[in-house]
């Protein structure tokens, strides 16, 4: 996109603003973050942190390839944060599994997935027997399941604390409560940000803001192209933990972590930018989990909290330049962001050093949003 780009301004400094940020200033680029809270501590540290590339794909085509290679990506930042800053993600590779109650709701499982067989990739169907030797927890009346042993799962608030540290390292500079108004445009260009300090010159502008990307005037073509999708998140606390890796069932999902913990999720609400958990909300999680799993009856309650998911309604995400020079859109990443973040910073990287990406990017690109999507 520049070619020559020396300084980028990059609003938000979530998962998706900090990596790319990294991976700027690794490429030689004076990189400034700019969060209105503090980096990381929005959606970013709120998720669940699953690497459901293969789980959670819809079909074959360019968006899986991009989620294949960012679930491959990320064992090798978590190897890189190691190696660099000494902080462990909590990367673990112990797969997941989806569990079916009826036989249509499996046939309907085995038949969407069925595309990753004949391709040969890694995913098994289990039938009752299968499910409870793979995970012994799980409760009775489960006939049949599909296991996908690559998928994998993080520490999101450990990932982006830990991106965060190597980035400033790296030279990046965070600047912390900082609120980007609009963007800021001279001759055609992308100039910088108007924030409520002033102007913050750039040559390049990356907006990051996740949920609230919308709200910076000039960012999207459509603002409301990106809207918050809230979460609702349980922690449960057991020992020893009686999940071995990822389940989803009942409409909800479970995540163990290495020290017992169990993040049980999600709901998915367009309730505006409102903050906070509700009685209907957490009920609607517990009674997934423990349904799924009847031990998780006993286990303690140790949070839960919700923030929100940068949504668009074709549920792709919008990353790419914009029709405006120097301006780039990395935003809108859903319930994958987490899994989509190395290959994003990646994409980002690529377009403002080099002025373009190999990655096939058409289905995200942000020009889309300049008109009402199509679901
Ligand atoms: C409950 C829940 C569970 C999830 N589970 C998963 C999962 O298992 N796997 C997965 O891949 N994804 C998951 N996600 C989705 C994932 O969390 C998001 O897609 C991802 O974190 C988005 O990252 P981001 O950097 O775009 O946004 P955020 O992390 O929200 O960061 C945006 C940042 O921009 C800042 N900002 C906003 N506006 C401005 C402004 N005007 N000026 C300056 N700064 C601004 C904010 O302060 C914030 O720090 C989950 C999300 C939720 C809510």
Known sequence: MTGRTTRVV????????????????DAGVDVLVLDRGAPGAEASSAAAGIL????EATGPGALFDLAFDSRALHAELAD????RIGVDAGFE????????RTEAEADALIAKNAWQ?????PVEVLDARGLRQRE?????????GLWFPDDAAVDP???????????????VQFRSGVTARRVTVRGGRARGVETDEGLLEGDAVVIAAGAWSGLVDGALGDPASVR??????????????PLRGVVFAHGGYLVPRADGRVIAGSTLEFVGYRRGVTADGIAKVLSAATRTVPSLGEAAIARTWSNFRPYTDDRVALVGPRDIEGLVIATGHHRSGILLAPVTAEIVRDLVVRGHTRRAIGALSPLRATAPLTP
């Open 10 to 25: 990059i609003v938000g400094g979530g998962i998706i603003g900090s990596l790319t940020a990294l991976r700027l200033a």
């Open 117 to 121: 067989r004949e391709r040969a990739l």
């Open 80 to 83: 890189e944060l190691r190696g």
């Open 136 to 144: 012994p927890g799980l409760a009775a009346g489960f006939v049949r």
């Open 93 to 100: 590779r112990r797969g997941v599994l989806e569990a079916a």
């Open 228 to 241: 918050p999708a809230r979460g609702q998140i349980v922690e449960l606390t057991t020992c020893p933990s």
């Open 157 to 171: 608030a450990r990932l982006v604390t830990g991106i965060v540290q190597a980035a400033a390292r790296a030279g």
């Open 52 to 55: 459901a590339a293969q789980s």
